[in-house]
């Protein structure tokens, strides 16, 4: 359009694309050990993407590499009275991301970020039977996670970084019980969090960059409930999910004025409904499903 600076400036040579080159490893190892199993899951990925449109009214750029492994190590235990799980979980999550924006002949948007994450985090979950129908479950897991930014604001010739720490009790519990020899009944309830982390753009003492955890409270109850020797499954679940301090992306102004996409925590949000799931199996060879 008339006024954007020429696709030699921009590097669009069309009105949009999405180049992404990802590569994933990884493996799972499983030892009988002292009653139980030992099971080990590392898993490594690393992924290069660049985006370029004129769909936002100006041209953008963004680039972003990503490169992550993960260690789990968990135990399993089975016995007459329920089962024991026990693990810990390791993360570290490197980010390299820059974005340009031009709404003029000249670019007046152009900054880089090294981001950094990592995590360790133990769990255990105990399923005790409390009768031949009844089970009770009880799961926690602690998370420790630190984040990292250091970045460059070129438009504005500003350096930054920052770092925050998260630390965060997680929980979940459940009752099930056997309605018939094929039929289960089941409720759960369990917190879950989402990390908090940092927007791109330096940091004054009165607005800060960083945005805080999220909190999820999910409520469910269900039925399983297989027929005709597993040829007919019918299972349905209502759920209720409460959120505090969710993580919401908007367009706002930074510090300096500048527009830009950021992270901020809305004072909360709920969801709430039912899902249904049909699992039909005729013959040996073909599965029907509806949802």
Known sequence: GAGLPPTGLTGLRTDTFIDIDQKNISAEMNLKVA???????????????????????????????????????????????????????????????????????????????????????????????????????????????????????????????????????????????????????????SKGFKSGGFNIFAPTPAFTNAYQPGSLYSYAAGLANPFLGNKLQFNIEAFYWKYKDAQQNALAFTPVGALQFSTFNAASATLYGFDADLIVKPTRLDTFTAT
């Open 35 to 189: 009653g139980g199993t030992l099971t080990f899951l590392p898993a490594y990925r690393k992924s290069e993407s660049s985006i370029g449109t004129y769909l936002s009214g100006s041209p953008f750029l963004n680039q972003e590499d990503n490169e992550q492994t993960s260690l789990e190590l968990r135990y399993a235990y089975d016995a007459d009275w329920g089962n024991l799980i026990v693990g810990a979980y390791y993360l570290n999550l490197d980010q390299y991301t820059a974005a340009q924006v031009f709404t003029a002949a000249f670019i007046t948007a152009n900054q880089r970020a090294n981001l950094g994450t990592k995590s360790l985090a133990g769990f255990g979950q105990l399923r005790l039977d409390l009768s031949e129908q009844a089970r009770v479950i009880a799961g926690v897991r602690y998370t420790n996670e630190d984040r990292t930014i250091a970045a460059t604001d070129f438009t504005n010739n500003v350096n930054f970084s920052s770092d925050v720490t998260f630390n965060k009790w997680t929980w979940r519990a459940g009752l099930e019980y056997d309605l018939g020899p094929r039929n289960m009944a089941y409720v759960t309830v």
